[in-house]
């Protein structure tokens, strides 16, 4: 019937009579009668051209001329051919069979953005607060499954103004009534004084502040595809000067004076130091020949064995973060810091520094914010208060999180252990497919060509085996979703075989028919998972490292020697690298028949 298929034509290419009629140039009434069965014309009328006339304009514009194709069994997408095509599909009397798989309309994708920020934050509140979807729902008298869809990013609440009102309302009392209050209202970006209804709903819709996280994680991958391990630290060593021992220091030159002496005794005796500040940075990195010093100081810790325990404050403001990350990383991976964040909010009426060497000294300062160079810090050496000192770094220990953690090179699956824990949706940038695309045999011939032990290649495969069982499942449960960038292949220069997800120091490229192959391969996951989504960029955004984000964690691989990869456990950076992503792929998404029609010209 005449009707069902243009309702079905509707749901897949998600239009409706008003966008289709302006196409067509006609009223959406007629639109509408034909959809609703109340006109049956012939094959040949002029209502039924106009229709057409209005699919294909509006399916061109969406860029969805490719699917329109597929679904009609079109040769190609011109309209003197596909228009006939789609007349002939709508007068079909058999069963209509619509294509495997989904295409966002390009209008409607900024939309579907807005919907999934809204549920990623519905679904940070609600596991902040321990809410089920059936509490939820209960709380809100509405079907569960509308708050599962919520969450996911299917549907949102957007045109329902009493429904918003309403779930902001929820949120803030839970939290009045699980004393969760200042961790919803950090979660918001405010004071727990200043969280109510209206607060949760404003943070709920604005999706604002994509483009300035999207900076700031751009900001951050970019100088970890500068960073090269043995770089970063100074090439020559300051000398250290002397400096007055005192149990008090004024001002900013007082506080560089007692960090000095502070890592100076530090590196000479070893030990571990225990370090916290919530103040600016600018003691630090405002005089270069200053920072050089403290740089060099503290390499001189680590490389004397020295483990440092940090909290860092990563409710800095983004600049002021990633510079922070940039200047620790070249010790971050000697593997002797333990970085760890502070999940609460800073009073913003005081600073506090603590620079604590247990059982030797302590650099403590106090004081109100904005005291500029009026302020002082003590140098304590006491032993009793030492010690307790260092039970109260301990409390402060407990209520922070880790911020970091550096797996080493090698053939170590340790960081794909610990990768498994998280779950959700995964949003990968890769510079080639994963090797969990591809099936064993190809793997495993692969591996036949490597200088490798047979119990390092049984390894690998098992290695190979969990991560393509795991990939798989993870397909029936979540997005999945891989911008990659696979360049040209040239005599030069051949396809490497992407093993460091694995964290596998193997260096082995594809042969013309592996490569092809493992296309295939690809091409039937583009072509049957609804959940898999593959973005095909003209050029790399970063040459040496690759990037796999989840939930609240995202995972940084070195993809040259020396390997090694970086995982980051934190929210609001996880966030600001998948709003790069993002943003990168958003101009190149296209359609699954343009996706698999760029895959075939590269076999």
Known sequence: MLS???????ELLQCNNTEIARYAGCSSGNISKLKTGNRAPKPSSRSVASLAEGVYGYSDYENLLPVLADLCGAADTGRETLIPALIAWLYDTETVSLPRGTV?????????????????????????LSLSNVHLAALLNVDSSLISRYRSGIYSPHGNAQLSERLGAVLAASAQKSEKLRALAELCGTNAADL??????????????????????GQFLRSLDAFHPGAGLPASVPEAPDVPVSSRYEGTEGLRAAVVRFLSDAAREGGELLLYSDEPTDWMTSDRAYFALWASLM?????????????HNIDRDGAEMVDAIRGWFPLYVSGMIEPYVFGKERNPRFHHTVFLRPGKACILGFFPTGAGNDRSYDYVTDGAYLAQLEREFGAMLSSASPFLKVYSAGRDDGLYRDWIAFSGVQEHLLTGFPIATAPEPLIARILSRA????????????LHRDMRSRFLK??????????????????????PVNFALGLTALDL???????????????????????????????????DIQIITKKDAVAVIRSREPYAAFVFFNPALTESVSA????AAGPYEEDRRTVIEALEKLM
């Open 451 to 462: 200088d490798i032990s047979s119990e390092e290649r049984a390894a690998i495969l098992s």
């Open 299 to 311: 390499a001189r810790c680590v490389n004397g064995g020295v483990k440092i325990r940090i909290i």
């Open 196 to 217: 109510n209804a209206d607060a949760v709903t404003a943070w709920l819709y604005d999706a604002s502040q994509e483009e300035d996280r999207a900076a700031m994680g």
């Open 580 to 583: 790069f992503l993002s943003m």
């Open 474 to 495: 993870a397909l029936g449960e979540n997005s999945v979703s891989i911008v990659l960038c696979l360049g040209e292949e040239n005599e030069k220069q051949k396809r």
């Open 104 to 128: 966002t309309p390009k209008s409607k994708r900024a939309r579907n953005r807005q919907r999934h920020v809204f549920g990623e934050k519905l679904d940070r509140a609600m596991s902040l």
């Open 4 to 10: 069902d298929r243009i309702n079905a034509l509707f």
């Open 509 to 543: 490229s594809y042969t013309r028919e592996e490569f092809a192959e493992h296309l295939a391969a690809v091409i039937e996951l583009v072509r049957n998972e609804r959940n898999f989504h593959l973005t095909l960029l003209p050029r790399a955004p970063f040459q």
